[in-house]
Every structure is written in structure tokens, then in C-alpha cells.
């Protein structure tokens, strides 16, 4: 019977018939889409492709914007905040870490250009991303604005791209699609890595452990499928600790990998007899290789111990 009120919903959303088109929400994706699609060919044309990986893992991630956005999740979100959470943990987290992966240099190029875009850059600094990011998951977990988001539909779509923006702002010093401070290297991230998680677990325990139902919108005369508001709630915090674990421990596993491929390549620089600071630098930004080679669109090329480049 529980199957059959998922799939069908006769009284409420379900699986077969909860799907929608929200105008708001998908125009900036769309419009984000389109957009990467366009430079994408146009690099392709001029003979410098965006690698096939990183295109795939840019459509993964629109593909999580329009589940999130289109799928039934975002009915069962009416009705359910572990729903709404998981559509949240979905847009502002994974989605913006596919899309940031998905972007290069060249891809940004044309944006770069604008001056005024170029002084923004100081937004992807650690310091100045990851307390944005956690003033705006506070900010509209506070009972208010959540509740005016779930009341009002364009404040919805706003809560949404804010979560968007700013989850690719803390993701953005980790990925690094231009280059960052030189000092934040892959300690550093580690480091960043787990001071989001630190964060978002403590927030999401705040959900699970709770007494108190943070938003009478989900309080309910009877309860569907007997979920309770309070236990809706300890689902929610689950809901985002065990995303924000998985997802910490990918990112982590990445980073110690890359640590120790680093250290190796730091030791064979050194251990040839280049410059300290012309070896840290080439290592931070991963643009040397071991054998006295520069990377480059040609592949490796063998260059003097004095001479070796670092591409920024």
C-alpha cells in the first residue's frame, strides 16, 4: 500500500505524476547550460577542446539541478523537509561542485575580459568563500526566511540560486579553476575540507537532536506515511551529514592522493638541483612534470634545470 501511494499518490505528490516545470528556478540553469555549450564548441572548433571529462561532470551536474528541480523531489519538498533537504544538498552542494569542475580558463575567457568580473575573483579566496558559504546556509535555515521561501515562489527560486552561487564559492578555492593564493595549497585544502564538514555536521545535528520543530509549515494534522514532524526533521540532519560525509571522504581520498604525488615530485625536483621557490611554485600548480618537462598542449618538454617553467 506505502508503494502504491509513492508511485500513484492518489492525496499528494508521487513518483509517476509530481512532475513539473519551475520557470524560475531552471531559466538560470538553462541559460548557464546553454552558454557553457556555446564556448564549449567554440573552443572545440579552434582546436582546444574542453577535456571529455570535464564536459561529462559539468552535465552531471545539470543533470542534479533539473532532478532536483523537475523530478517529484520538489513535491515531496512541499511535504516533507528531509525532501527539501535533499533537493537542497543536491543544489547547493553537488550540482556546484560538477559545474566548477566542468569550468577552465578558457571556458571563463570571455567573462575574464570584464573588468568588473575580474575584481570578483576576491570571492573564490578561502577566506572570504567558506564564511560566505556558511552565513547563507544559516541565513535561510533561519525559521523566517525559510518559511518565506517555502510561502513564496519566487523567494524559492532565490533561495535556490543563492544556495547554487554560493555552494560553487566554497568550492571554488578546492577545485581551482584559476589559480589561488600560493600558500593554499593541498594541506590548506585538506584543512578547508574538513572545516565545511565540521560545520555542516554540527548544523545537521542541530536537525537530528532537536526537541523542537524549527517549521510549523511541515507540521501536519495526519501525518502522511506516519513520518512526524520532529522525526521529518532528525531525517533532514541525516539527510545532510551522510551527503556531506561521502562526499567529504571523495574529496579527502583526491587530496591525500594528490598530497603524496606532490611530495613525490617535490623530492625529484629538489634532488636535481632546482631552485626551492621555482619547485614549490611548480608543485603548487601542478604545471611541472618529473622529468625536467613542462606540461603543455604538446606534452612534455625537456628544458634546462634553470629554465623550468610554471604556468599560472
Known amino acids: 500500500m506505502l508503494l502504491y501511494h509513492v508511485w500513484v499518490g492518489p492525496n499528494g505528490p508521487s513518483l509517476l505524476t509530481s512532475w513539473a516545470l519551475e520557470p524560475w528556478q531552471l531559466v538560470p540553469a538553462a541559460l548557464l547550460a546553454f552558454l557553457y555549450g556555446k564556448r564549449t564548441r567554440t573552443l572545440r572548433l579552434r582546436g582546444t577542446p574542453v577535456p571529455g571529462w570535464r564536459r561529462f561532470v559539468f552535465w552531471t551536474g545539470f543533470a542534479l539541478v533539473l532532478i532536483a528541480l523537475v523530478s517529484p523531489i520538489d513535491a515531496f519538498a512541499s511535504e516533507f523537509f528531509f525532501m527539501h533537504m535533499l533537493q537542497h544538498v543536491l543544489i547547493g552542494d553537488l550540482a556546484p561542485l560538477c559545474f566548477v ?9 570571455p567573462l575574464l575580459r570584464f573588468h568588473w568580473v575580474n575584481n570578483l575573483r576576491f570571492l573564490t579566496h578561502p577566506a572570504v568563500a567558506l564564511p560566505l558559504w556558511a552565513y547563507n546556509l544559516v541565513l535561510w535555515h533561519i525559521p523566517f526566511m525559510y518559511q518565506a521561501a517555502l510561502h513564496n515562489p519566487s523567494v524559492h527560486a532565490f533561495e535556490h540560486i543563492c544556495f547554487f552561487a554560493y555552494g560553487a564559492l566554497m568550492w571554488s578555492p578546492v577545485v581551482e579553476t584559476l589559480p589561488g593564493p600560493e600558500w593554499f595549497g593541498t594541506g590548506f585544502k585538506l584543512g578547508y575540507i574538513a572545516l565545511v ?3 555542516e555536521t554540527a548544523f545537521g545535528n542541530v536537525f537530528l537532536w532537536s526537541g523542537t ?13 506516519g513520518i512526524t514532524p520532529l522525526h ?3 531525517l533532514a540532519g541525516t539527510v545532510m551529514m551522510i551527503e556531506g560525509s561521502l562526499v567529504t571522504l571523495a574529496a579527502l581520498a583526491w587530496l591525500f592522493l594528490r598530497l603524496a604525488a606532490e611530495g613525490e615530485l617535490r623530492q625529484e625536483l629538489l634532488e636535481r638541483g632546482l631552485d626551492p621557490r621555482a619547485v614549490r611554485r ?3 600548480y601542478g604545471r611541472a612534470s618529473a622529468s625536467w618537462g ?19
Open 282 to 284: 611548480a608543485v603548487r
Open 294 to 312: 613542462v606540461e603543455g598542449e604538446g606534452g612534455n618538454r625537456e628544458v634546462p634545470p634553470n629554465e623550468i617553467l610554471v604556468r599560472r
Open 213 to 225: 520543530v524549527f517549521y510549523p509549515y511541515y507540521i501536519q494534522a495526519d501525518p502522511r506515511w
Open 197 to 199: 564538514r565540521l560545520f
Open 101 to 109: 569542475v566542468g569550468l577552465t580558463g578558457p571556458v571563463l575567457q
Open 232 to 234: 521529518d526533521q532528525a
